[in-house]
């Protein structure tokens, strides 16, 4: 479910690029900005693309962060061990 942040700056449709996220209000796709991340600079990007605001480019790198923290957390969340008796499961079973 998106967010109201994600909603405001992020648009997907079937009609506008087979539903490829986009940009709010263009037809830029998002995976855009990460490939100029990833091979090029942000002024780079602000160059070819002068419809994209910084707020817009922060709110896509903030929703990024916070999904890529929480699969984060949770992962290493259900990777600990559980703990028995203050002793985890592995010294219980030696």
């Not at 909603?7 to 263009?26: C, E």
């Not at 890529?68 to 990777?79: E, H, M, P, Y």
Request: hydrophobic fraction near 40%; charged fraction near 25%; avoid cysteine.
């Amino acid at each position: 479910m998106a967010t109201s942040l994600e909603s405001h700056v992020i648009y997907s449709n079937p009609d506008t690029l087979g539903g490829t996220p986009v940009f709010r209000g263009t037809r830029v796709p998002i995976q855009v900005l990460f490939d100029y991340l990833r091979e090029e600079s942000l002024e780079e990007f602000f160059l070819g693309y002068p419809s994209i605001s910084k707020e817009m480019v922060n709110s896509v790198l903030s929703i990024a962060e916070k999904r890529l923290f929480i699969k984060k957390r949770n992962r290493i969340l259900l990777s600990r061990p559980a703990k028995i008796k203050n002793k985890t499961l592995h010294e219980n079973a030696a």
